[in-house]
């Protein structure tokens, strides 16, 4: 089962990447903005996906992934079960949140550290 533990140690190698303790949640941001949540009880994480592909990813996996609550449904945001998926899973989704809403150059700057 991944932890928020695993999470933190990935999210916080990203550029501008702060950790915050809202509400006795721990969420990932860039800025003002939230690119991954976890519920109280750490069983949820919440994490930023476009709108217009996350009924798809729901209805292909509902063991892993829901729809955030209803109040949520305006944001690009969906949820997944940390029993659910594995390591590898979660760092690919935090990423893709990442890069969803870091600045391009930012996003560009760090992909190409990659390929250099």
Known sequence: M?????????????????EHLIHDRV???????VYVAFSRDET?????FP??????LVAAEPEKFLLPRESDLR????????????????RELVLDAWRMCVPK????????????
Not at 105 to 116: P, Q
């Open 51 to 56: 709108k217009e592909e996350r009924a798809a």
């Open 27 to 33: 969420k990932f941001r860039v800025g003002r903005i």
């Open 75 to 90: 944001y690009h945001w969906v949820e997944a079960r940390l029993a659910a998926i594995d390591a590898a899973e979660v």
């Open 2 to 18: 991944v932890t928020v533990e695993d999470v933190r140690q990935f999210a916080l190698t990203l550029p501008r990447t702060s």
């Open 105 to 116: 150059k930012v996003r560009l700057a760090y992909e190409r550290s990659f390929t250099a």
């Open 44 to 48: 949820l994480m919440g994490f930023g």
